[in-house]
């Protein structure tokens, strides 16, 4: 009898996998660096916000820090309520999220919020919703798919690049329809990542490589505000009451923070002297206040959460997951690096958020539901 009962456990069907807890890792690296966040919009806001050029802040120099705290606790409860749903969910939903972005994306240059020359947003009641983060996230999903189901096809034109390409095409072109030329930047550039990932032969990156470069000759050769921008990127103290302002603020508030900086709260550059400085340019301000030791603190917390990304990822049991959690490891390292190059002039300037500082909800709520997707697969370990 009891060799029986033995026999028949022998083929029953195997347990599903058990889920683990979470990294405890990378939820308090994404924490730290959140928290910091939110303090350095304090401290890099509250000049205009006090000032009030613009009319909506009534005065308070609190307003953005306060926006901004709203949406780190709400944001912390979508990276915790990510990290509970499974995996397999975000599978089922991949094509039904890259629906609902692309007709967002359809709708922002017809009835979209326009600010500073562009219509990147959509209302929804008081707050505004800029469907470019989303994309991101949507390529991330897709792509991860499409490389599980198309798997021992990648290096084939049909499957292996047509596909891929006709999603990038269409996001691309919707996204120059805002105009939103730093988040095409970045959908190439992660759309590219996962290409490779999923194996696509090295001679398609060569020629598009090639085809980049052509397009840049003639971009620089007919277009003169294109060549008027790398002149003013390779010397910006050329012109620096006009195109070379922004990115000669950013240098002074970096070079004044020195090596241990100004003090919390003690930039000079933030009233008024530099755009954007709560938001595209809030590591200026950070330099300036921390200096180079707070900098560099900075700049490794990030490396580490990066990495912890890419360990989760490596240690996956699921093709799915370890795509999904390399792409949004890489999109993070992509707009760290890019928000810092930019900052610093070691590439043109162009508006490329700090994730997880930059003020602005919506983007805020969005990388931190990704970042509870990769704690739902750190879950699934194997």
Not at 81 to 93: D, V
Not at 201 to 214: C, D, K, P, Q, S
């Amino acid at each position: 009898m009891r060799y029986e009962s033995a026999r028949l456990s022998d083929f029953s069907a195997p347990e599903k996998p058990r889920r683990q807890s979470m990294d405890a890792g990378f939820f308090t690296l994404a924490l730290i660096l959140l928290a910091m966040g939110v303090v350095m919009v304090l401290s890099s806001s509250y000049a205009r916000a006090y000032y009030d050029p613009g009319k909506v802040t009534g005065g308070n120099g609190a307003y953005y820090f306060l926006r901004q705290l709203i949406f780190a606790l709400l944001g912390v409860g979508a990276m915790l309520l990510a990290s509970r749903l499974p995996m397999s969910f975000y599978r089922r939903y991949t094509f039904h999220f890259l629906g609902l972005t692309l007709v967002l994306l359809m709708l922002v240059p017809i009835i979209g919020v326009k600010a500073n020359g562009s219509r990147r947003w959509l209302g929804v009641g008081g707050l505004t919703l800029q469907p470019s983060e989303l994309a991101k996230l949507a390529v991330i999903l897709s792509f991860s798919l499409l490389i599980c189901r198309f798997q021992g096809k990648m290096r084939s034109f049909k499957y292996g690049i047509l596909p891929f390409l006709t999603i990038l095409g269409i996001m691309i072109g919707l996204l120059i329809l805002e105009p939103h030329f730093s988040a095409s930047i970045i959908l190439i550039a992660i759309g590219g990542v996962m290409m490779f990932l999923g194996g696509v032969g090295l001679g398609w990156f060569i020629a598009a490589l090639g085809g980049v470069t052509a397009a840049l000759a003639v971009l620089l050769t007919f277009f003169p505000y294109a060549s008027s921008r790398i002149s003013t990127w390779r010397d910006p103290f050329s012109d620096p009451s006009d195109r070379g302002y922004q990115i000669v603020q950013s240098l002074y508030s970096i070079g004044s923070g020195g090596l241990s900086g100004l003090g919390l709260g003690g930039s000079r550059q933030k009233f008024l002297y530099l755009p954007e400085e709560h938001n595209d340019f809030i590591f200026s301000v950070a330099c300036e206040e921390l200096g180079f030791i707070g900098a560099a603190l900075i700049l490794a917390l990030f490396a580490l959460l990066i990495l912890r990304g890419y360990w989760i990822a490596l240690h996956q049991r699921d093709r799915f997951n370890f795509l999904t959690c390399a792409g949004i490891s890489t999109l993070l390292a992509i707009q760290v690096f890019l928000n810092v190059a930019v900052v610093t002039n070691l590439v043109p300037c162009t508006g490329i958020s700090l994730p997880l500082f930059s003020y602005g909800g919506t983007a805020l709520l969005i990388q931190l539901f990704e970042m509870g997707i990769i704690l739902s697969a750190s879950r699934e370990l194997i």
